[in-house]
């Protein structure tokens, strides 16, 4: 049976559409119809009509990057010291003793506050987070993360194949640093045969630069000392410099954090049609700094935003993500670019915007509601 939604505002994120007063959208439960005013759509219409009175609407959000093995250590994790610290301070918790009624908890939170579908990493719990995600409703890929010195058997499998209605498990590379370069070389190849994205933690602290230009550094010491850490020192490239001799940026590549990255870094990414999930919020809290947004943003990079963690955040919601962003980048922004990098740019990342990221016909009729605090910021 179709349905109609209406609400005073929308922000659909079509190409070339602005704000649309007096918005209308009918669907059938899993595809949008039709889009446009409501004065336009009424006479067709369904008896279903859903009124959400005086809001603004947007597509549904994504978040690009999220740990929901990690909710069990909220509140455990030190902040504002550094990386190290950080690491430290979450190891010292049975990191993947996942407790599945905070994951519903996080789910449940995350749904309410308008994300659609999330882009999440586990190491240790992959097929049952999947399972949860699932149940939730809230699309995904569940991509199962490989760190360690393994490397890859001929043929190996890195990922569950099984689908689940609105879910995929992908792989990915934790870093640079703890991940062999045959693995994360091996699990790229596999997304890329899949047609999935690939997912790795890039250029993320000063602890990375250190290890992959000189191999060296107390990060590297510990590292070394719990056997993760990887060859791939005293070549002096950065971290971006070093993933490029690897073959593995490209368009389907989301580069997650990318708060130390030069000029020429920029440029690669740019270059290759690297994706880059920027997690302001998350490096604030652990202290490691903040990425250049302004010129990853203006060099043309396909930009989105995740939460990361709730081991390294305050919450999983996306429109606080974006606030933090937006009360301190030094660029101006219109709504649109602003909105797309947690819709529209999400999901050409995560290359999921056959469904997601716009309100148009033919997608999932997902939606979010703008934060009354957040009106004045985007309009």
Aim: hydrophobic letters at 40%; one cysteine or more; glycine letters at 8%.
């Amino acid at each position: 049976m179709n349905k109609c939604i209406r609400a005073a505002r929308a922000v659909t994120l079509q190409d070339g559409a602005g704000l649309i007063e007096d918005f209308a959208l009918i669907h059938n439960g899993t595809e949008i119809l039709e889009t446009g005013t409501w004065s336009d759509l009424k006479d067709s219409a369904p008896a279903d009509v859903a009124d959400l009175g005086d809001v603004t609407i947007v597509p549904g959000l994504i978040n690009a990057h999220v740990h929901l093995e990690l909710s069990h250590i909220e509140g455990k994790t030190v902040q504002g010291q550094g990386f190290m610290p950080w690491v430290i301070s979450l190891l010292s918790n049975a990191t993947y003793d996942i407790q599945e009624e905070l994951i519903r908890k996080a789910l449940a939170s995350m749904l309410e506050s308008g994300t659609s579908f999330c882009a999440d990493i586990s190491t240790n719990n992959c097929s049952r987070i999947a399972e949860l995600i699932d149940e939730s409703g809230i699309g995904f890929y569940g991509f199962c993360e490989a760190i360690g010195q393994q490397i890859p058997k001929e043929g190996a499998s890195f990922f569950p194949s099984k689908t689940y209605p609105l879910g995929r498990n992908a792989g990915a590379g934790h870093a640079l640093y703890s991940t062999h370069a045959k693995m994360i070389r091996a699990l790229k190849k596999a997304d890329s045969a899949a047609n999935l994205p690939f997912s790795i933690h890039l250029a993320e602290n000063e602890e990375e630069d250190e290890i992959i230009a000189h191999g060296t550094g107390p990060f590297a010491e510990m590292l070394k000392g719990a056997g993760l850490l990887a060859e791939c020192g005293s070549n002096g490239l950065s971290p971006v410099e070093y993933a490029h001799s690897l073959e593995i940026l490209d368009k389907s590549t989301l580069a997650v954090h990318c708060v130390r990255v030069s000029e020429n870094d920029i440029k690669i990414l740019a270059d290759t049609g690297t994706n880059v999930c920027l997690c302001p919020r998350s490096n604030d809290f652990i202290g490691e700094g903040q990425a250049p947004w302004e010129k990853i943003i203006n060099s043309g990079v396909n930009t989105c935003l995740g939460t990361d963690s709730i081991a390294s955040n305050h919450d999983l919601n996306m429109w606080n993500e974006l606030e933090y962003m937006l009360k301190r980048i030094e660029i101006n922004i219109s709504a649109q670019q602003a909105l797309s990098m947690i819709t529209k740019n999400s999901a050409k990342a995560l290359m999921i915007d056959k469904f997601y990221g716009s309100l148009e016909a033919g997608k999932r009729p997902v939606f979010a509601i703008v934060p009354a605090s957040l009106e004045d910021l985007l309009f």
